[in-house]
Nanobody, 123 residues
Framework: DVQLVESGGGSVQAGGSLRLSCATSENTNSNFCIGWFRQAPGKEREGVAAISPGNGNTQYADSVKGRFTISQGSPRDAVYLQMNSLKPEDTALYSC?????????????????WGQGTQVTVS
């Protein structure tokens, strides 16, 4: 059973940094694409970053390129999202998700398993 648990959210001033963690159940990282998504009140869910199993290829939304970094933990029991140079528009509920196969890694509709989310507030 795939289980995902996010942590690391909080409140930070603009320009600051946060590191989100997505704890994954056994073998999830090796077999599933893991994505980070965010949703702000009144807005649609947005794919932020994703990492593929095996080769570890990454993909980012244009809005976070150069500021956010997604990475695998070692051992592979977590996926991290390092967020630097945070802006107020980054404020949202951030969730990680897993999918056995995706065509578009930043499309949330292709993911089957979701965590509960962790709130990020930038002021």
């Amino acid at each position: 059973d795939v289980q995902l648990v996010e942590s690391g959210g909080g409140s930070v001033q603009a320009g600051g940094s946060l590191r989100l963690s997505c704890a994954t159940s056994e073998n999830t990282n090796s077999n599933f694409c893991i994505g980070w998504f965010r949703q702000a009140p009144g807005k649609e869910r947005e794919g932020v970053a994703a990492i593929s199993p095996g080769n570890g290829n990454t993909q980012y939304a244009d809005s976070v390129k150069g500021r956010f970094t997604i990475s695998q933990g070692s051992p592979r029991d977590a996926v991290y999202l390092q967020m630097n140079s945070l802006k107020p528009e980054d404020t949202a509920l951030y969730s990680c998700a897993a999918a056995a196969w995706v065509r578009d890694p930043l499309n949330g509709r292709e993911y089957s398993y979701w965590g509960q989310g962790t709130q990020v507030t930038v002021s």
